[in-house]
């Protein structure tokens, strides 16, 4: 179709797909969570990497942005590396930009625009929220992989547990394959997520939301929330260069 961009989100790409979407033409972004993904995906011949830290929303890995920054960001300067988790300010955006990154990726923040289609309900527990509601589901036994997913605590999340405690109990009893209780885990995760954003079921639904969630709490059109991010950071480029001087 002749797209500029291709980004493989929600798992990660086999070189072959690497090499067929870089022989359509187009420029390809890698998600990475760990440095041995990061340095995977280069080699795979990726053009640019998103680094993607635990403290972002949905589901994530287990490092946390600001030691993914040291063990990537500063370790392949030779690529593009947009940074992603916990990223709401402005003045951030500053900081990652002089650290070498090339630019952000932010969710959370835009989840709560105005232009969004999530419920207001669930704008409006977001809206509340702090930083420290915003936690990563545990995985009950190795038996059963499950990827941690971060959202705000509801009964959602008590129903995750229950869901998981009787999945490896069908498991044990050989009632059920693993394939299939992962197949039932990702299952619910997608139906609950549905009730949230769509019919605004802020008990039951998913709330998936990164940490940075804490930071915001307002529910404002996209463009004034780009406008005050890059005024915030053109702010912060010029304290600084006043400090240097």
Known sequence: MGVPFIVFAG??????EVKIAKQAGAKVLCFASTESIATRMIDYGADALILEGSEAGGHIGHVSTTVLIQQVLFKFPEIPIFIAGGIATGKMICHLFLMGASGVQMGTIFAMAEESPAHPAFKEKFKTARAREAFATP????????????????????????????????????????????????NFWIGALRKAVQEGDIERGSLMAGQSVGLINEIKPVKRIIEDLICEAKEEFLNIKKLCT
């Open 11 to 16: 798992s990660f790409p086999r070189k072959n």
């Open 139 to 186: 995985q009950y036994d190795s038996s059963l992989p499950v990827v941690a997913v971060r959202a705000l605590k509801n009964k959602g999340i008590e129903d995750f547990g229950n869901l998981q405690l009787n999945l490896l109990r069908k498991m044990k009893n050989n009632e059920i394959s693993r394939l299939e209780a992962q197949f039932q885990v990702e």
